[in-house]
Structures are given as structure tokens and as C-alpha cells.
Nanobody, 115 residues
Framework: QVQLVESGGGLVQPGGSLRLSCEAS????????PAWYRQAPGKERKFVAR???????NYADSVKGRITISRDNARNTVYLDMTNLKPEDTAVYYC?????????WGQGTQVTVSS
């Protein structure tokens, strides 16, 4: 069965950086394009970034220039490197992959940007 496990969240001051990781299992990771979404308190879940199976990234306008998505197929892991974090980046960050028309989600990792 497909499992996605995120890690790397935490409390960071404005302007700081974090690296989130999402390790996948039960799926042929290298042929899929994983994505990151985030959900702020009281708001809907929103797209952050995606990386194709050929390493082509795609970003939400709100994070362009501050966030980089990458992948390591040998580790079945997708990363989200976040810099110059702002309070409005505070959210639970989720990793997702879709196979056979079914989306799978991780449990999420909390990112809090506050002084």
C-alpha cells in the first residue's frame, strides 16, 4: 500500500529556512510526479509545488523564488526547500501522489513562522 511520510516541519522565525521531506513507499516513485500542498488554519488546502518524473518543477505564484522542490529517486523522497519564510507560510504541509487515478496524502507536517 502507498504511504507518504512527511518530516522537517517546525517553528522558524520570519526570514528563516526549512527543508521538508516526504518519503514514499509502496509505489514506483520514479515514474510519478509528487506535489506539495499546504493548509493554513481555517483555510482550504492549496497547491504549493510539483515536480514531474523528468524533474520539471511547477510552483504556485505565491512561493516562486522562495521555495524549491526537488526529488531523490534513490531515496523515494521529494523535498521542499523553503527560504525567506513569512508568517503567511504558516500551515500544515502535505505531500501527495496520484496513482491509478487515486490520490494519496501524507499526514502532514506543521510549519509555523513566528517571532
Amino acid at each position: 500500500q502507498v504511504q507518504l511520510v512527511e518530516s522537517g516541519g517546525g517553528l522558524v522565525q520570519p526570514g528563516g529556512s526549512l527543508r521538508l521531506s516526504c518519503e514514499a513507499s509502496g509505489i514506483d516513485f520514479q515514474i510519478y510526479g509528487p506535489a506539495w500542498y499546504r493548509q493554513a488554519p481555517g483555510k482550504e488546502r492549496k497547491f504549493v509545488a510539483r515536480i514531474s518524473n523528468t524533474d520539471i518543477p511547477n510552483y504556485a505564484d505565491s512561493v516562486k523564488g522562495r521555495i524549491t522542490i526537488s526529488r531523490d529517486n534513490a531515496r523515494n523522497t521529494v523535498y521542499l526547500d523553503m527560504t525567506n519564510l513569512k508568517p503567511e507560510d504558516t500551515a500544515v504541509y502535505y505531500c501527495t501522489m496520484t496513482t491509478c487515478g487515486r490520490p494519496y496524502w501524507g499526514q502532514g507536517t506543521q510549519v509555523t513562522v513566528s517571532s
